[in-house]
């Protein structure tokens, strides 16, 4: 059975907090994805990575960064966390391969910002 | 189906019933069309995808329509369950050298009442 998994399913930090988001894929595919979900606004794309050390920057960049320094692991850091990265946080994997369009999530952290 | 705004569009069926989920799309390059179902607590997960190249495509008890003139899409779920209650996502996407980057909706909740 294929899977995505996150290191937590609920986090809570502070303000100004270096938060670190965990992602594991294990089929193998060499794209990844983090996206945040909000209520109504569908997910947004923060970063993605189509390979080991590469990474691209979605819609929302911003406050955010990545490392993907296994082909397994995809992390996501915010910085200096803020009240406004309060959300639910989705990482996705894909294999990188013509006509292969599906992606597969994880179960989501989410994260409190207080 | 889905819009701009905070609110999320529900549809609501009864068991049993058809349900159809549209869809507006806005790059008409875009070359796939994806719909995913998010049950609650859980991840997106891959529904049907269609290419643009195409006009329908037939799942197990769902049907994707595509309107390239109109830029419109919809889900038919036939025979509706009340497993069948979860947020519904389009997607569109443009290859990138083997990579998909999508682009989701913001979702449309579908509710089945027994």
């Known amino acids: 059975d294929v899977k995505v998994t996150q290191s937590s399913r609920y986090l809570v930090k502070r303000t100004g907090e270096k938060v670190f988001l965990e992602c594991v894929q294990d089929?193998?595919?060499?794209?990844m994805f983090w996206y945040r979900q909000d209520p109504g606004l569908g997910l947004r794309l923060i970063y993605f990575s189509y390979d080991v050390k590469m990474k691209e920057k979605g819609d929302i960049p911003e406050g955010y960064s990545v490392s993907r320094e296994k082909k397994e692991r995809f992390s996501l850091i915010l910085e200096s966390a803020s009240t406004n990265q309060t959300s639910m946080y989705l990482c996705?994997?894909?294999?990188?391969?013509?006509?292969?369009?599906?992606?597969?999530f994880g179960p989501g952290t989410r994260l409190t910002v207080l | 189906g889905e819009s701009v705004g905070l609110h999320l569009p529900t549809l609501s069926v009864q068991e049993g019933d058809n349900s159809i989920i549209n869809c507006a799309y806005s790059?008409?390059?875009?070359?796939?069309f994806i719909w995913y179902k998010q049950e609650s607590g859980k991840g997106p997960q891959f529904i049907i995808d269609?290419?643009?190249?195409?006009d329908k495509r037939q799942g197990q008890r769902v049907t994707v329509l595509l309107n390239k003139t109109v830029k419109h899409l919809s889900l038919q779920i036939a025979a509706t369950q009340p497993g069948d209650s979860a947020v519904y996502f389009c997607?569109?996407?443009?290859?990138?050298?083997?990579?998909?980057?999508?682009?989701f909706g913001r979702g449309t909740s579908l509710i089945v009442h027994p």
């Open positions: 997607a569109e996407t443009l290859s990138s050298g083997g990579s998909y980057i999508p682009t």
């Open positions: 269609i290419r643009s190249n195409m």
């Open positions: 996705a994997s894909s294999l990188h391969s013509l006509g292969q369009v599906e992606q597969f």
């Open positions: 790059n008409s390059a875009s070359d796939y």
């Open positions: 089929m193998d595919h060499e794209n």
